[in-house]
């Protein structure tokens, strides 16, 4: 929709925003958000208008436009993934994006970037898996200080990354992917593992690997100590809960964490959009429509 016959249609839509008569008002406010993308350098001309009501009316739809924008977005990681894992990183951007939609990517990617330079001059060459660990996690958690947040676990900035690389407090899930995105950069096979109820990561190896916490300032974990961390939250063990888990699987609990958050701050609607995303990402075919 380039065409000067259609971006005239959009214009005047926006003058009948303020139009007297209810029932017009809200049929051009559908039409907006049905446009979506193509309304918003409009509506974001008339939020910048003299006209308060104008202004108002605006904003609003540009932020019912904005869910439905982010679910495509959503939409379109989730087929790139289709048959093979999605993009780790891409997905907790979008997550970021939720939660500080004029939060900056690039920003975040320039701070992993410095970590994983400064990972790099530590390691020796020569290095063994065992010392790869223990440079990662002496990087982030004593030289730079990131830490579990043990004493405010429900505040919702511990699942953006953008306030996780701003604060260095974070849940289990995104300290390991924190650990996961430094180390990808310089091609170690870090993962993450999702145990029940407390995920942790992993230097993956053809025979087992390295477990270590990132929570609790990167240490090191033997197979007992993962068996009693999920006994601890009431699992039986299971062979299955010490393999990787996929960027998929990630991602959908780190939103999975953020409904129970919002749900229980009585912030429903964001709740309900972070569960329409959950069911994009693992079934972007059957979810189109808003």
């Known amino acids: 929709m380039k065409n000067q016959k259609a971006l005239g249609q959009i214009s005047h839509l926006i003058q009948l925003l303020t139009d007297r008569d209810d029932f017009v008002r809200q ?3 559908e039409q907006l958000i049905e446009l979506g993308e193509d309304a ?6 008339a939020v910048r208008s003299e006209e308060v009501p104008l202004r108002i009316q605006a904003q609003e739809i540009i932020n019912a436009i904005f869910p439905i924008k982010l679910g495509e977005k959503f939409r379109q990681l989730a087929q790139k993934g289709l048959g093979r894992d999605v993009d780790l990183e891409a997905g907790m951007f979008l997550i970021m994006e939720f939660g500080y939609p004029n939060s900056d990517p690039q920003s975040c990617r320039e701070d992993l970037d410095l970590l994983a330079r400064q990972l790099e001059q530590n390691l020796a060459l ?5 010392q790869i660990v ?15 947040n043990q004493n405010n676990f429900m505040d919702p900035d511990n699942s953006y990354l953008n306030k996780v690389l701003e604060h260095k407090t974070g849940l289990p899930i995104t300290l390991s992917a924190l650990c996961v995105l430094v180390a990808s950069r310089l091609d170690l096979p870090i993962v993450g593992i999702g145990l029940p109820g407390h995920y942790i990561a992993k230097y993956n190896l053809p025979q ?7 929570f609790h300032q990167g240490r ?3 197979r007992a100590d993962c068996i009693k961390i999920s006994e601890q939250f009431g699992q039986p063990f299971e062979e299955h809960f010490l393999s990787q888990s996929t960027h998929r699987e990630t991602l959908v609990r780190m939103m999975n964490n953020l409904v129970q958050v919002y749900q229980s701050s009585n912030e429903l609607k964001k709740a309900e959009t972070l569960s329409s995303y959950i069911k994009i990402l693992l079934n972007p075919e059957n979810t189109r429509g808003h």
């Open 40 to 45: 918003l350098p409009f509506l974001e001309m």
């Open 208 to 214: 087992g690997g390295i477990y270590f916490d990132p």
């Open 134 to 148: 223990v440079t990662l996690t002496q990087l982030l958690f004593q030289q730079e200080n990131f830490k579990g």
């Open 27 to 29: 049929k051009v406010r």
């Open 220 to 222: 090191t974990l033997t």
């Open 126 to 130: 020569d290095a063994d898996p065992t």
